[in-house]
């Protein structure tokens, strides 16, 4: 009986433990070449600064290839690109980001949280030619507001961004939550279990 109710107890405290995370990822592929990329990505909670979309064959493909499809963002008209998030609700913010860069001088990915402090940092190798991943992270849950991805030489038109990630984390409370239902109902199931428990053989 008590092993059967093993594998419900594991599910419940895997499933709290990410339940509430709203997960996103920004492909670039959406818009035309050349559309400066500001507020369209805010149904995802991200907004943009200096990012102009890119798409293959209007820039030069071979130097600066994508990491998928054909749409990428670069720094343009200025560096860095800046990307700024807002809470999803029922959620503490960003705390966990990844994205892929080209950039033949090296890149600095920089987070920092609402007061404008630096809260963590990236530093990226040169690259050109193929693509390299960058993450930023933080232990404290939703401490990221906002993200500058610059070129280490401070050159607009520099570097290319693709394939942007980033998960919102859900309150405490939700966890605690939903974390309270699962145990109820693994308790429930169990109670079931030992009402249908055949009588003793005399």
């Known amino acids: 009986m008590k092993k059967a109710l093993l594998p419900l107890l594991v599910l419940a405290f895997s499933v709290s433990a990410t339940a509430g995370t709203q997960s996103f990822t920004i492909n670039f592929e959406q818009y035309p070449g050349y559309t400066q990329i500001t507020n369209q990505y805010a149904g995802q909670y991200a907004t943009f600064n200096n990012a102009l979309q890119l798409v293959v064959p209007d820039y030069d493909y071979f130097d600066y290839p994508p990491h998928s499809g054909s749409g990428v963002i670069t720094n343009d008209p200025s560096n860095p690109i800046q990307v700024t998030f807002s809470t999803a609700p029922g959620t503490l913010g960003v705390n966990n980001i990844t994205g ?10 920089n987070g920092y949280n609402s007061k404008g402090a630096l809260v963590a940092t990236f530093q990226g190798a040169p690259v050109i030619g193929a693509d390299l991943e960058f993450s930023l992270s ?5 401490t990221i507001s906002y993200i500058t991805i610059s070129d280490d030489t401070g050159s607009p038109d520099s570097e290319i961004v693709d394939d942007l990630s980033y998960q919102e984390v859900p309150e405490p409370d939700s966890l605690l939550i939903v974390c309270s239902g699962l145990v109820s109902a693994v308790g429930l199931a169990r109670l079931k279990m030992g009402r249908r428990k055949p009588p003793a053989t005399p």
Not at 138 to 142: K, L, M, P, R
């Open 100 to 109: 892929w860069y080209v950039d033949p001088n090296g890149i600095t990915v």
């Open 138 to 142: 933080t232990a404290q849950a939703g």
